[in-house]
């Protein structure tokens, strides 16, 4: 089973194996390089035959079904093949492995559905398991850490980027005392706890230690503002006679009990604890030396594939890399013990 990466791009798609008709000829060569000429073929016909050349699933969006193509190509590389025929926008869905493509989706330039995966037009890379099952996350888990093996091994010192989820929830003085000792370089962090789940970007130069510091004073700004403004709420709705039962004053009770929960995290683990950190430029053997920390390490995921490589000379900004961080299989929060990080 395939855990999967979506790459998107602003083109459109072409074809794969061998195949004459009257209007147009398709051959994929033994080295993967694909021959084409096809003279007003419908979209929707030649991207069928990708499909069933390539094995990889396909889908076109009705709105290009009937678009006419009409390319000669010779000895072409797949991605070539897409840029040539298009213009408008599609998917190519890689798997975990970062090598194969295992599906393909085509959309009019600027019809993208908007939001999630498949939104904006920008070209971007998502790394995250597409089965969210136990078993799905764990095939996950090791097909992106086989990877990085293969990196460790090829080139150990090759610079790369990784998203590193944890196995329980870490404190954020926890944090900052595990960077400290891995001398990691961090970009963004995800915190969560109950419903409060985000995070962000670092800015470069500022020591941990300071962003967590003022993260902690924000949160307790956030509580007592937050509280005041919703005692001011309840009083107004009482005046107008409303019961706790109604949904405005439900309201009121929810966002209270969202307070409570943040301010315990402030008042026993200093802050929100955090899920997992984006960190930038490191070795490929230093990054795959953590995956043997089973304890606080959950996943390395490598943002990182082969593919990319073939992509980039084709595409004029870089693909923006996405991590979608694993949430730790326990509710277990982890703090330093006593004298660490110091």
Known sequence: MFRLILLLLTFVIVSSSYAKEDDFLFT???????????????????????????????????????KKVTVDLKRVMLVELLQRVA?????????ANGKDVV??????????????????????????????TPKGIKEYIEERHAVLKRLAEESPNKKIDAHI???KLMTPR?????????????????????????????????PLERVMEE???????????????????????????????SSEVQEVFRSSRSLDSLDLAVKKYGGIPYQSVQV??????????????????????????????????????????????????????VDIKQGEGK
């Open 215 to 245: 993260a902690l004073e924000e949160n307790k700004s956030i509580v007592e503002d937050g509280r005041a403004e919703l005692s001011l709420y309840l009083e107004e709705y009482r005046k107008f006679g409303l019961k706790d039962n």
């Open 280 to 333: 930038e430029s490191h070795k490929a053997k230093d990054l795959y030396a953590m995956t043997k920390d089973k304890e606080v390490v959950r996943l390395v995921d490598p943002l990182y594939f082969d593919a990319i490589g073939a992509v980039n000379g084709l595409l004029t900004n870089e693909p923006r890399k996405i991590a979608i961080p694993l949430d730790p299989e326990t509710t277990e929060v």
């Open 174 to 206: 926890k944090l900052v005392a595990w960077v400290n000792e891995q001398k990691l370089k961090i970009v963004d962090m995800r915190f969560k706890w109950n419903e409060h789940t985000g995070g962000g970007g670092i800015v470069q130069g500022v």
């Open 103 to 132: 599906g393909l989706h085509v959309f009019p330039m600027g019809k993208t559905p908007p939001g999630g995966p498949l939104g904006g037009s920008s070209p971007r890379v998502f790394f995250s398991p597409k089965d969210r």
């Open 28 to 66: 994929m060569h033994p080295d993967r390089f694909f021959s084409v000429t096809a003279k007003s073929v419908p979209l929707k016909r030649i991207v069928d035959k990708v499909g069933l050349s390539v094995g990889i699933k396909v889908f076109i969006d009705p709105r290009l079904s009937d």
């Open 87 to 95: 213009g408008e926008n599609y998917v190519l869905v890689y798997a």
């Open 165 to 167: 989820s944890f196995e």
